[in-house]
């Protein structure tokens, strides 16, 4: 009997001891289950730099479950408090998240809100307004002084004047044949204005303004000067510069290498000026920074024999663009006429129909003469396209009109400044846009 005592006894024991050690289990389950319940609230987490903190309490955690001594529990419990302080940051991705979705639906106006946000917009499309801006804040800039010269006159015509009377057009008369816009012009621009006034008697202000830059507009977009010169059109493309010494030549080649060479063309450039040594090592510092290769001869050489050399090098190294610089002036003995004359049929033996763009470089400072100037290059040469420098020098800018209307030529470029960006393209609506700008749009 005392046997079968004993066996109740330590069955009993066993129970208890079976009874511990299942209760204790359920509980570092229970406990596991509330830490993952704990981990699922932290979204985002596994994207976090793993915090060499949590490692350690879950270290310690495990441990728990092996019995942990009560000061080890206070150790945990005391650093509880810093997870929700971890939480803040991952909490916020939430957020943050849920906004994207509600963008892409835009369903409110507060929605469309958020779409303004700064982190939101396109980070590309504020640049490109912000680079259109310069640009036409730059053009404005640069016809400042023209603006300040006959624009100025006219605009002080009408000031406080809603229509024009006889003798304000007398005096609009005047302004424009005093402009270096050229006779020519100037009558052209005024007979426009004269024959829209006599449609409504006498015109407003606004509407002559409007008038004188339509009429402008068109002037300058006649005979093609819209069109930018299309450098596909022939392999190498060979484009020969002429004018006058200090028209801007050689800086706008070196302008125009750059602006080539970034749109990654290969551009061979020839130093065709060989009358000053100077003009070479002008050119070869251009040289240096577009990383165009410049083909150059002695002081005093053959010009043409030079430009020949240049158009054979980009052959048969695959340039796609030959850029040759000439002298403005030679000895008294050489006429520059003969001698360009000469330079254009030895380009036209190194590549039959080059050179496919004969630019002419006008110094717009100079005016009236400079359409002057120009009538002896066109009768000596087929220029094709006329470059216009320093327009940002001069009050006499207007004489793009005159020389869009008299010599019947387009303007390709124009210069603005001696940096590479002062070259533009010439684009007659925003070019009038510019000259015409409103005092307020100056200080914009
Ligand atoms: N302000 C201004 N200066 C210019 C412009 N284009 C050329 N120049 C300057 O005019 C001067 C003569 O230019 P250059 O290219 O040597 O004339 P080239 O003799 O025809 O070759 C240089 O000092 C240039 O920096 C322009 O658009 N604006
Ligand atoms: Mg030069």
């Given at each position: 009997?005392?046997?079968t005592?004993?066996a109740i006894v330590?069955?009993?024991?066993?129970?208890?001891?079976?009874?511990?050690?299942i209760m204790s289990?359920a509980r570092?389950k229970?406990?596991?289950?509330?830490?993952?319940?704990e981990?699922?609230?932290k979204p985002?987490?596994?994207?976090?730099?793993?915090?060499a903190?949590d490692?350690?309490?879950?270290g310690e955690?495990?441990?728990?479950?092996?019995?942990?001594?009560p000061?080890?529990?206070e150790?945990?419990?005391?650093k509880k408090?810093e997870?929700?302080a971890e939480k803040?940051?991952?909490?916020?991705q939430?957020e943050?998240?849920?906004?994207?979705p509600?963008i892409v639906?835009?369903?409110s106006?507060?929605d469309?809100?958020d779409?303004?946000?700064?982190?939101?917009?396109?980070s590309?499309?504020?640049?490109?307004?912000?680079?259109?801006?310069?640009?036409?804040a730059?053009?404005r800039a640069?016809l400042?002084?023209?603006?300040?010269?006959?624009?100025?006159?006219i605009?002080?015509?009408?000031?406080?004047?809603k229509?024009?009377?006889a003798?304000?057009v007398?005096?609009?008369?005047?302004?424009?044949?005093?402009?270096?816009i050229?006779v020519?012009t100037?009558q052209?621009?005024?007979?426009?204005v004269?024959?829209?006034?006599?449609?409504?008697?006498l015109?407003d202000?606004d509407?002559v303004?409007?008038?004188?830059?339509?009429?402008?507009?068109?002037?300058?977009?006649?005979d093609g000067?819209?069109?930018?010169?299309?450098?596909?059109?022939?392999?190498p493309?060979?484009?020969?510069?002429i004018?006058?010494n200090g028209?801007?030549k050689?800086?706008?080649?070196?302008?125009l290498?750059?602006k080539l060479?970034?749109?990654?063309?290969?551009?061979?450039?020839?130093a065709?000026?060989?009358f000053?040594?100077?003009?070479?090592?002008?050119?070869?510092?251009?040289?240096q920074r577009?990383g165009a290769p410049?083909?150059?001869?002695?002081?005093?050489s053959?010009?043409?024999?030079?430009?020949?050399?240049?158009?054979k090098?980009?052959?048969?190294?695959?340039?796609?663009v030959?850029?040759?610089d000439?002298?403005?002036?030679?000895?008294t003995?050489?006429?520059?006429?003969?001698e360009?004359q000469?330079?254009?049929r030895?380009?036209?033996?190194a590549?039959?129909g080059a050179?496919h763009e004969?630019l002419?470089?006008?110094?717009?400072?100079n005016?009236?003469n400079?359409?002057?100037?120009a009538d002896k290059?066109?009768?000596?040469m087929?220029?094709?396209?006329?470059v216009?420098t320093?327009?940002?020098?001069?009050a006499?800018?207007g004489?793009?009109l005159?020389?869009s209307d008299e010599?019947?030529?387009?303007?390709r470029?124009?210069g603005?400044?001696?940096?590479?960006?002062d070259?533009r393209?010439f684009?007659?609506?925003?070019f009038?846009?510019a000259?015409y700008a409103?005092?307020e749009?100056?200080?914009a």
């Open positions: 009997m005392d046997y005592q004993i330590v069955a009993i024991a066993g129970l208890i001891v079976l009874l511990v050690l289990a570092r229970a406990r596991e289950r509330i830490q993952g319940a981990q699922l609230e985002g987490k596994q994207e976090l730099p793993p915090a903190d490692d350690e309490d879950e955690d495990e441990d728990d479950g092996g019995g942990a001594a000061a080890e529990r150790k945990v419990v005391a408090p997870k929700p803040k940051q991952p909490e916020k939430p943050k998240d849920a906004r994207e509600k639906a835009g369903k106006t507060a469309r809100l779409i303004e946000h700064p982190d939101v917009k396109p590309h499309v504020p640049d490109k307004l912000a680079a259109a801006h310069e640009r036409s730059a053009l640069g400042a002084k023209t603006r300040g010269g006959f624009i100025a006159k605009k002080r015509l009408f000031e406080g004047k229509k024009l009377d003798g304000l007398g005096e609009l008369e005047e302004v424009l044949f005093t402009a270096d050229g020519k100037s052209r621009l005024f007979e426009r004269k024959a829209d006034l006599s449609k409504d008697e015109g202000a509407a303004w409007r008038v004188i830059k339509q009429e402008s507009i068109a002037l300058l977009a006649a000067s819209a069109a930018t010169i299309d450098y596909a059109r022939a392999t493309f060979v484009l020969l510069t004018g006058v028209a801007g050689t800086t706008t080649i070196g302008k290498a750059a060479s970034q749109q990654g063309k290969k551009v061979v450039l020839a065709g000026d060989t000053r040594a100077a003009a070479t090592e002008q050119l070869e510092i251009w040289g577009t410049v083909v150059k001869g002695k002081e005093g053959d010009p043409s024999a030079v430009i020949f050399d240049a158009i090098k980009a052959q048969t190294e695959g340039a796609d030959v850029i040759a000439t002298a403005g002036r030679l000895h003995k050489t006429d520059l006429m003969e360009l000469k330079i254009r030895v380009i036209d033996k590549m039959p050179p004969t002419l470089v006008l110094d717009a400072t005016g009236q400079a359409i002057q100037q290059f066109k009768a000596a087929q220029v094709t396209g006329i216009l320093k327009l940002d020098g001069t006499k800018g004489v793009v005159g020389i010599l019947k030529l387009p303007v470029y124009i603005i400044g001696e940096k590479v960006e070259l393209d684009d007659p609506a925003e009038v846009e000259l409103r005092e749009e100056d200080a």
